[in-house]
């Protein structure tokens, strides 16, 4: 985007060009979710996620939440679903899978709160929250498609 908008300062035509694109963008589902009934550990759950189809979600914002939230099969028995959401150590940022830059975070009341040390991958639960958990756990997992 970045560079779209130095464009956009050089030229007045791209700069229109740039304004409807991201308009485009703002009103359609960046992402398509598809759900993963299979409990997986988080790093099992993006291997699959790359192999068939773009990588774990990555969440835009409440919107692009409720719509994940929306593929979860209705006789899901379990308590928590993997997203690309992850950091690296205890002290790093929390970043997604797939290197997107959003900021979209929905952490339950306490959380992320590392319990024990060493919860380093972000799952959700169906209500809409966030928990920091340990990677080995098994979980489903919701993949994405960009459509873009
Ligand atoms: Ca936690």
């Known amino acids: 985007l970045s560079s779209m908008f130095s464009?956009?300062?050089?030229?007045?035509?791209?700069?229109?060009f740039s304004s409807s694109a991201l308009i485009a963008l703002a009103s359609s589902?960046?992402?398509?979710f598809y759900f993963v009934p299979v409990e997986m550990s988080w790093l099992d759950a993006q291997a699959h996620c790359r192999?068939?189809?773009?990588?774990?979600?990555?969440?835009?914002?409440?919107?692009?939440?409720?719509e994940l939230l929306k593929?979860?099969?209705?006789?899901f028995k379990g308590e928590w679903i993997w997203t690309g959401l992850y950091r690296t150590s205890a002290t790093a940022p929390w970043t997604w899978s797939d290197q997107s830059q959003s900021t979209f975070r929905?952490?339950?009341?306490?959380?992320?709160?590392n319990h024990g040390g060493t919860q380093l991958c972000a799952?959700?639960?169906?209500?809409?929250?966030?928990?920091d958990a340990d990677c080995y756990m098994q979980y489903a997992a919701v993949c994405y498609n960009s459509e873009y």
């Open 7 to 16: 464009l956009a300062a050089q030229n007045n035509r791209v700069c229109v």
């Open 123 to 131: 799952g959700t639960s169906l209500t809409g929250a966030f928990n």
């Open 71 to 75: 593929t979860v099969n209705a006789d």
């Open 29 to 32: 589902q960046t992402h398509v």
């Open 51 to 66: 192999q068939h189809y773009t990588d774990l979600a990555t969440i835009d914002d409440q919107k692009d939440y409720e």
């Open 106 to 113: 929905s952490w339950a009341d306490g959380q992320p709160n």
